[in-house]
């Protein structure tokens, strides 16, 4: 939890740093120095701190006011604005398993509660609510502050939108349509929001923002798809409530006139791109998937002096993808995730799907950021994995399976998820796939991979045999996020590595010098708490690489002995590539 006293010029780390997640913040209308916290806890393992918490000094100290135990933590907190001693908080029992897919494991152990004194006493609202609730965003009508709507959800497939008008005492579900309903990209619940004069207009933020004006009972489209959007919160202005805030996955949106028309997002930085690769074109392009947007490659200078929306060129490849220009043709751009392999023409806009096997192959598993690569030794010669790896030298028209299947034999359940799993049949199936390619810029034979499920392997002939090389203290789960083959020896390695999915926030990097035979862990100066999503090698001088962590980058000039930081006036945030 962050404070600033000066409009956000500088701000202060105030605590409930091991909590990992806060989702809502409510401070008392009329004493700022009271504020409640809902602390969610580790997505990944069980932790003390989570639940509702109190501070009555501006955030100096906090005092945990609900809770339930090291798997139940906070998810909203809400404040009535006319008697602030009323407060509304939601738990949810929740924890995430190391697996893409399917790995969101919920109990019933939370649910929505009140307090009349200030968060001394809690009791449970549940009259005309569903049984086995999981997970419940509140809003309180600030006109009408008996009036409270809610998202709810439990292990049916749908959420519900309820209202109360006794102040939570009991509860109607209130419509059956289901487009307000709909959860947000991830399966976070909609958000649902109350306008400051009027208790009866309520809006719904999700992958579509709804809007109704008579209590909930029906409802129409303000914004919302196409366009990617996961819209994930809603700010209404309490004295002019045709003022909208409205915040995506791509920033933020305006409306001065209740909706009808809003500003755009293009003019803040928000783009999430996940893996860059440069054309060898002039100027040369910057390719990447980026989160919810699609694709792009940005051209590195402009035809009128400046870079501008207008060198912004969508590419056709999935949004999380890994972008891989073409070499040998700077006009055509590869794109893969989720098992497809795209061809795209920049000049043309073509785009040829060249996905090396059926959708339908239950042989084969597949992650959405998936590795697409070409040779540096021979640019003929595309890779592409999913926990198979595939060799194509004719533009994808044909593909050969260079490998076996690289991810662990047996599934394994970390510890970190404790009895979540214990219901889930497909918990220990195997899922593992190939996250991390490296080609050898030395010798043509020699391709290195890692995968999400913590193995790296190696081959020297071209894919026809494969090595082992994990180090002993990879454990299952442990995944290789990016792999460096170095650009002056052919022993030479670099891995990075992130534990982060099986609750282990700490640095780790391995280097290797003789072909895999021994690792060597270079952490020396990475802070703890940001784990390393990649790791390069710089092409020019040996020794010189560069770190990606969740929080910032880095550089070592000694070859990974020491590492300092890179930051410098580049935001504090994840670094991926």
Known sequence: IYKSTDAGKTWTHLGLRNSQGIPALAVDPRNPNRVFAAALGHPYGASDERGIYLSTDGGQNWQKILAKDANVGGSDVEIDPASPDVVYASLW???????EDGNQYSGTGGGVFKSTDGGKTWRALTNGLPKGIIQVDVAIATSQPSRLYASVATNEPSVGIYRSDDAGENWSRITSDPRPALRIGGGDLPVPRVDPKNPDIVYSASIVTMRSTDGGKTWTSLRGAPGGDDYQNLWINPNFPNILLLTSDQGALVSVNSGQTWSSWYNQPTGQLYHAATTNSFPYLVCSGQQDS???????????GEITFREWHPVGIIEYGYAAPDPLNPDIVYGAGRREVSKFSLSTGAFQNVTPVPASDPKVRADRTQPIVFSPVDPHVLYTTTNFLYKTGDGGQTWQTISPDLAREHGAIPASLGDKAAKDPNAARIRGVIYALAPSFKNVNTIWAGTDDGLLWVTRDGGANWKNVTPPEITPWSKVTQLSASHFDDETAYASV?????????????????????????????PEGAPVDAVREDSVRKGLLFAGTETSAWVSFDDGDRWQSLELNLPHTSMRD
């Open 294 to 304: 699609g694709s792009v490659c940005v051209s590195s200078r402009g035809k009128d």
């Open 93 to 99: 029992e929740v924890r995430l398993g190391p697996w």
């Open 498 to 526: 992130s534990r982060f999915r099986i609750d282990d926030l700490r640095p780790y990097i391995y280097r290797t010098h003789d072909g895999g035979k021994t690792w060597r862990l270079v952490t020396n100066g990475l």
